[in-house]
């Protein structure tokens, strides 16, 4: 039914919607980037079977941009489609738990990686999706989306820097704390916090992860069947050729820098997640910034927390910095953070400067979905942030695991460990030439939209 009054929407849908969104992205911080630490030191090879594990969530964003535009939303009713994905996709990531090679055995490792492989392709595909059709549910049921969207999706920001929390107690090293009788309270929850596990039984928790993101996925699955119905969309004839179109605006050449710069802020924003856990973890784990390993996860949810503080001030800045010197300090907040990492690898430092994470995302990677918007020509805006979710999603990301597997691989140490400043000044200067890019040759024009 439309609904065409512009009041608020009832508390209780609102309530839901934000729960959605809740677990919409605990499900996916719960394993990222632990898993990006976990994963490798199970005994996969950097050349290729590292990059396609974590490549299958790249692969699941290549089929949600022509899945889920041009079938899901068209055949199903996106409560639906979100419940049954999540079911599968739930299944799918609860079962990596279970695939624990012994590392030092370099059969069961090779025997263990396609399964390993095919499961996180299986809850990838399903999974990546549904952040499109949980904004659609949103979108679908909101009254008044442009006032109304900000509140509940930030609730999704807030899911991922929950799903980190529980690792707090788990990582802890239980052993060594002392009853609560002995220290009383204060000094009980002090140990806890101060206490992490490491080596093999650090490893061994860290595996749950996956049992975490599993069971969330399961719980948004049953949740899903109470969301509002929201039918299909209907198919109009001009689907096929959107893409067509959005794709010949890159003859435009202030659009033709975007999209390249958007790629490689993309992938370096990807080898963000790929080396830091391990690099601000333990020594004893191959860290350098000793950090315990309990502790990191939470650490690096600290960008997501400037996040939505940056979000705020993000309509300020545009308004009055413009287009490229937003991107621009959006680009070199990567390299401000590697800069950090790769000279400066001491606690303070390396926590203080994660803070840029929200300049990152919010000055570049949300400032061209709203470019996007409001330059491109109506019938295709769809598309197009589609075409630049492909390459913030998809492509980049993809790339980058193969580099930076690569890099890995190049660049250890005789001791087993890795340069972390050689590899961080790939993403540095990565990040400088997508900077110098936008600056010299990124310049759209002064009128709204552009014409195809």
């Not at 996916?28 to 490549?55: R, T």
């Not at 499961?119 to 999706?129: A, K």
């Not at 609560?180 to 860290?206: N, Q």
């Not at 994660?354 to 019938?379: R, W």
Request: glycine content about 10%; proline content about 6%; aromatic content about 16%.
């Amino acid at each position: 039914m439309q609904i065409d009054s512009p009041a608020a929407a009832p508390a209780g849908l609102k309530f839901k919607l934000a729960v959605m969104m809740f677990f919409q992205f605990f499900i996916w911080g719960a394993w990222f980037e632990l898993g990006f630490d976990y994963i490798p030191k199970l005994g996969f090879n950097g050349d290729w079977q590292l990059p396609l594990i974590f490549g299958a969530f790249n692969i699941g964003a290549l089929v949600a941009l022509f899945f889920s535009a041009q079938f899901a939303d068209r055949k199903f009713a996106a409560e639906k489609f979100l419940a049954i994905s999540h079911l599968i996709g739930g299944l799918a990531i609860g079962g990596l738990f279970f695939i624990r090679p012994d590392p030092t055995d370099k059969a069961a490792v090779d025997a263990a990686f396609w399964p390993f492989f095919g499961l996180m392709l299986l809850h990838s595909v399903f999974y990546v999706p549904t952040i499109s059709i949980t904004n659609s549910i949103a979108f679908a049921n909101l009254r008044n989306p442009s006032q109304e969207f900000g509140p509940v999706r930030v609730w999704g920001t807030i899911g991922w820097i929950a799903a980190s929390w529980p690792f707090i107690f788990l990582l802890a090293d239980w052993a060594r704390v002392p009853a609560m009788g002995e220290v009383g309270f204060v000094g009980w929850i002090g140990k806890v916090f101060g206490t992490s596990l490491e080596g093999p039984a650090a490893l061994g928790m860290k595996s749950y992860v996956f049992a975490l993101s599993g069971v969330a996925s399961l719980l948004l699955a049953a949740f899903s069947l109470t969301l509002p119905h929201t039918p299909p969309k209907p198919a109009t004839g001009e689907d096929s050729l959107a893409w067509l179109k959005a794709m010949k605006l890159l003859k435009h050449p202030f659009v033709l820098i975007l999209f390249l710069v958007t790629f490689i802020d993309a992938a370096v924003h990807q080898s963000f997640f790929f080396w830091s856990f391990t690099f601000l973890g333990p020594k004893s784990d191959g860290g350098v910034v000793d950090i315990p390993a309990n502790w990191v996860g939470a650490v690096m949810k600290i960008g997501q927390i400037a996040e939505i503080l940056t979000m705020l001030v993000l309509g300020y800045v545009l308004k009055n910095l413009g287009w490229r010197t937003t991107m621009i300090i959006g680009v070199l907040g990567h390299g401000a953070r590697f800069a950090v990492f790769a000279f400066m690898p001491e606690q303070m430092p390396c926590i203080l400067i994660n803070i840029v994470h929200g300049i990152c995302y919010a000055f570049f990677f949300a400032t061209v979905y709203i470019f996007v918007d409001e330059y491109f020509p109506k019938d295709v805006r769809s598309s197009a942030q589609g075409l630049f979710n492909v390459l913030i999603l998809g492509v980049g990301p993809f790339v980058a695991n193969f580099i930076c597997g690569r890099l890995k691989v190049a660049n250890t140490t005789p001791s087993g460990g890795v340069d972390y400043p050689a590899v961080f000044q790939v993403s540095m200067i990565a990040s400088l030439v997508g900077a110098v890019l936008l600056l010299l040759f990124f310049h759209p024009p002064k009128k709204e939209t552009i014409g195809s």
